[in-house]
């Protein structure tokens, strides 16, 4: 409500806003008209019959809160955003990658478009490796359908960074399931997460789930390794400001063998 509310109107078949200025402010930052096109497939398709405010506005995409009403599912839906300065930086990620190499354009409505299309296809790997992640539903262009990890009361599942961790155990514990999840994403999935980090894993049910995983790459891209270091630097970075140093820290060169 806070944001502004989206209702699916059985009888008009489309999607209503409240129009309050704040409100329109906030969604039409990614909700131009050709967004809303692809979102009211969303619902036309059955999927959802609410979509609700955000979850995250970030530099590159909003995750919103959807609902439908008649299975009583929540889900998130992450719709990209079209700014050229921020497909700038992300191009060193798909330059080179041999599943993209068709796709030079610098178009930046394409370029979202080849964007979420990576996040849902690897998103597809990870679930299908089982690899703790948001369940991959539904793409339509740059919106991108998922499982909503929620701790109940429609709240969203902790971000690492900011589970309250019960004891040194826990903290312990998670570590060696993120560098046990790295290992399976490699050799398993063949994927490096490229952007691991205690912003883009979510403490969910008990387990660490990897999210945002857009601009991971597979091992024959030349810059694969040099994402892996970087991962598993973020993650010992983390661990070791939650206490680990001298207890329980591997070094990076042990973690990058394993
Ligand atoms: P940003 O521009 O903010 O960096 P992003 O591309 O990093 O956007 P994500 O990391 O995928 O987007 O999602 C942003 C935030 O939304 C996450 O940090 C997480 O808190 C929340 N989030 C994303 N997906 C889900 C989900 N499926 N369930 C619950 N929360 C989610
Ligand atoms: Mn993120």
Known sequence: EKYGKYVNNDKQKSVKTINDKANRATVDQVLDPRTIRFVKKLFSNGLITE???????????????????????????????????????????????????NNTSTNPRKMIKLWAEKEFRNLNRLYANNIPCPKPIELKSHALLMEYLTKGNHEPSPKLKDYDFKNLDQIIFFYHQMIIYMRRMFQECKLVHADLSEYNSIIHNGKLYIIDVSQSVEPEHPMSLDFLRMDIKNINDFFTKKGLKDIAIISEKSIFQF
């Open 51 to 101: 979509m609700n405010g955000t979850i995250s506005t970030g530099k590159e995409a909003n995750v919103y809160h959807c609902y439908n009403k008649d299975t009583n599912i929540e889900y998130a839906l992450k719709i990209y955003k079209t700014s050229i300065l921020v497909f700038k930086d992300r191009s060193r990620y798909i330059a080179n990658e041999y599943r993209f190499q």
